[in-house]
């Protein structure tokens, strides 16, 4: 589990990690077991049976959004502050406590010119264990809503790089230039037609000012801005496309509707159950759940 950890990391995929802490008995879950969540709701691994599954891919896929970690306690009322008590009303009367952990990838920084500032700003880049890419090409290829753009072409083609960038995802645009020039290509961009919403995102010239120093100086300067970006904001949540779930009306147990083996349907609507005992229950006496 853990090399495929790793592997996953270093390929840039978000995922939630799941360690079950404690567990009662007849819980199926051990102590130690994992499982990885995708944002897709996928699992692998191991974390529990049919009741506990999906209401720990839904606290993984929050923790996904939130790049919060949260402690779940299921079937036992825990007082900790800050623990997510979710009751199990199955009937095996097992309980379980599980860590869950967001895992997000590293920003990434996307560099377009070719000089000293760019290759320092790249290293720096690199110690942050940031991802970071180094280009004279404009194409913008693998720019998304986690990547900090950074042109600097000293003049050559500052204009139809911004522009690439602005039709993209990218979570911040940065331009390299005197106040003057930058000022020059804004007017460049609106005279485009470049919309206000998609100029907002420019920050020229970018970087923290720290009056006048060499290009090394100005690598830490932009550095430091993007650092103060992701401290400021909330971690970029990845794109979430979770698998349709509902709530056994019996139990209030998350079921997975595409998995469901336990369904009911009663006056045009379909509900769903994690076990035979609460679909018999509710067939019995809908009224008594509706």
Not at 19 to 25: H, Q, S, Y
Not at 33 to 39: D, G, H, K, N, Q
Not at 216 to 223: E, H, K, R
Not at 273 to 283: E, T
């Amino acid at each position: 589990m853990f090399e495929r950890i790793a592997e996953l990391r270093s390929q840039g995929h978000a995922f939630a990690v799941a360690t079950v802490t404690w567990r009662r008995a007849p819980s199926s879950a051990k102590v130690g077991s994992r499982a990885i969540i995708r944002p897709d709701g996928t699992v692998e691994g191991w974390m529990g049976g049919a009741c506990s599954q999906p209401t720990l891919v839904r606290a993984a896929l929050e923790s996904l959004e939130t790049g919060r970690a949260q402690l779940v306690v299921l079937g036992e009322h825990d007082h900790r502050p800050d623990v997510v008590n979710v009751p199990m009303a199955c009937s095996s009367e097992g309980a379980m406590e599980v860590y869950m952990e967001p895992v997000l990838p590293a920003p990434k920084v996307h560099i377009v010119g070719s000089s000293p500032m760019t290759a320092t700003l790249g290293k720096l880049v690199d110690a942050l264990d940031w991802q970071c890419v180094v280009t004279e090409d404009v194409a913008m290829e693998g720019v998304d809503r986690s990547t900090h753009v950074i042109v600097a072409t000293q003049g050559h083609f500052d204009e139809q790089a911004l522009e690439r960038a602005l039709a993209t995802e990218a979570r911040s645009i940065g331009l390299v230039a005197s106040e003057k020039r930058a000022s020059s290509v804004i007017e460049w961009l609106r005279n485009e037609g470049l919309p206000d919403e998609a100029m907002a995102r420019l920050r020229a010239p970018v970087g923290i000012d720290l009056g006048h120093t060499e290009h090394d100086g100005i690598a830490v300067s932009i550095l430091a801005e993007l650092v103060r970006i992701e401290a400021e904001a909330h971690p970029t949540a990845p794109v979430i496309d979770a698998p349709e779930q509902a709530i056994d009306p019996v139990c209030e147990m998350v079921v997975d509707v595409a998995t469901a083996r336990w369904t009911f349907d009663h006056e045009g609507t379909t509900y769903y159950f994690c076990a035979p005992g609460c679909q018999k229950a509710f067939s019995n006496d809908p009224a008594a759940f509706l």
